[in-house]
């Protein structure tokens, strides 16, 4: 946040006042610290930085791209404790964003979206803000449109299960940044998967309406859910590095979690079609379903008025 100004004792005329100084630059949080500061943010040897940057892209790009999603749960959610609980999975997803995309831009600072000089923008916003669509590396999962709250369910509890294997493993790659984002983000994942598969038990045993939503929900989560796991030529090659994860090797066991979830729940598994690419293209490769390209109007409409911050 901006920072924050203090009145002297006894001035009471607002609680707001210190959002109304000539802080030109406080819309884009440039009086943030840096977000990986003290971490070492040396690339590797004999890693190519272009790969680690494009791959930190495609784990934040996930994260980014769920956690608006899940944000637009706020105030819909079927009581107030999972309207917070869902909010607090989008923070720890935009948290993790903030520090892959941070990642990526001390990689290869190329990557970066020029923006007009003195702008106030970090490189982590400018990624954020500044990218079109066919930039972004995010599975297709991520971005579809919400559906009802069993779709939300099934759909946390396949992208947590698989995510939370991936950092696992990614949590001893020989990149520091990669390392501790991934083994917090163990502890984050693990919640929301939990919270997902207790949600779905709880609809699966609730009534023939819940049951028969989330036998729904699942046939369209589950025709994107193999994207998980396919191995795109740039995690092949920070896998071999030692500094990526091949999302392949985790498949076996998200199936063993996911198979444990519907046996548990008297759900049985549909069996569908994955949906199939853009001649041979999919979210990996900056192909995207027209989803993605109103929900990033959306998110970035703000800053691409406003570039400068100057409000």
């Given at each position: 946040m901006a920072q924050i100004h203090t009145h002297a004792a006894g001035e009471h005329d607002s609680a707001f006042a210190g959002l109304l100084v000539n802080d030109a630059n406080w819309a884009f949080g440039s009086d943030f610290e840096d977000p990986l500061a003290g971490v070492d943010t040396t690339v590797p040897d004999g890693v190519d930085a272009g790969d680690l940057a494009l791959y930190c892209l495609m784990l934040a790009d996930d994260a980014l791209v769920y956690s608006h999603r899940l944000s637009e749960w706020c105030s819909n959610a079927p009581d107030l404790e999972e309207d917070l609980a869902?909010?607090?999975?989008?923070?720890?997803?935009?948290?993790?964003?903030?520090?892959?995309?941070?990642?990526?831009?001390?990689?290869?600072?190329?990557?970066?979206?020029?923006?007009?000089?003195?702008?106030?923008?970090?490189?982590?916003?400018?990624?954020?803000?500044?990218?079109?669509?066919?930039?972004?590396?995010?599975?297709?999962?991520?971005?579809l449109p919400n559906g009802d709250f069993a779709e939300l369910i099934a759909r946390l509890l396949v992208f947590s299960a698989a995510r939370l294997a991936l950092f696992e493993r990614l949590a001893g790659s020989r990149d520091a940044v990669l390392a501790a984002v991934?083994?917090?983000?163990?502890?984050?994942?693990?919640?929301?998967?939990?919270?997902?598969?207790?949600?779905?038990?709880?609809?699966?045993?609730?009534?023939?309406?819940?049951?028969?939503?989330?036998?729904?929900?699942?046939?369209?989560?589950?025709?994107?859910?193999?994207?998980?796991?396919?191995?795109?030529?740039?995690?092949?090659?920070?896998?071999?590095?030692?500094?990526?994860?091949?999302?392949?090797?985790?498949?076996?066991?998200?199936?063993?979690?996911?198979?444990?979830?519907?046996?548990?729940?008297?759900?049985?598994?549909?069996?569908?079609?994955?949906?199939?690419?853009?001649a041979g293209r999919k979210g990996r490769d900056g192909a995207h379903t027209e989803a993605l390209s109103r929900l990033l109007a959306e998110m970035q409409v703000v800053a691409r008025e406003h570039p400068m911050g100057r409000w």
């Open positions: 869902i909010a607090n999975v989008a923070l720890d997803l935009l948290g993790q964003a903030r520090l892959l995309l941070a990642r990526a831009a001390a990689a290869d600072p190329s990557i970066v979206p020029a923006l007009p000089d003195g702008s106030p923008v970090p490189p982590e916003d400018a990624l954020a803000f500044f990218r079109r669509d066919p930039q972004f590396r995010n599975v297709r999962l991520a971005e991934a083994a917090k983000g163990v502890k984050e994942m693990t919640y929301h998967r939990d919270f997902a598969g207790r949600w779905f038990l709880t609809l699966a045993r609730g009534t023939e309406e819940s049951r028969t939503r989330l036998e729904a929900a699942l046939v369209g989560v589950l025709r994107l859910e193999s994207e998980l796991f396919e191995t795109h030529e740039v995690e092949s090659r920070v896998a071999t590095a030692g500094v990526g994860v091949d999302p392949a090797t985790t498949a076996a066991e998200v199936d063993a979690v996911l198979s444990q979830v519907f046996a548990v729940s008297g759900i049985e598994r549909p069996r569908v079609n994955p949906l199939a690419g853009l």
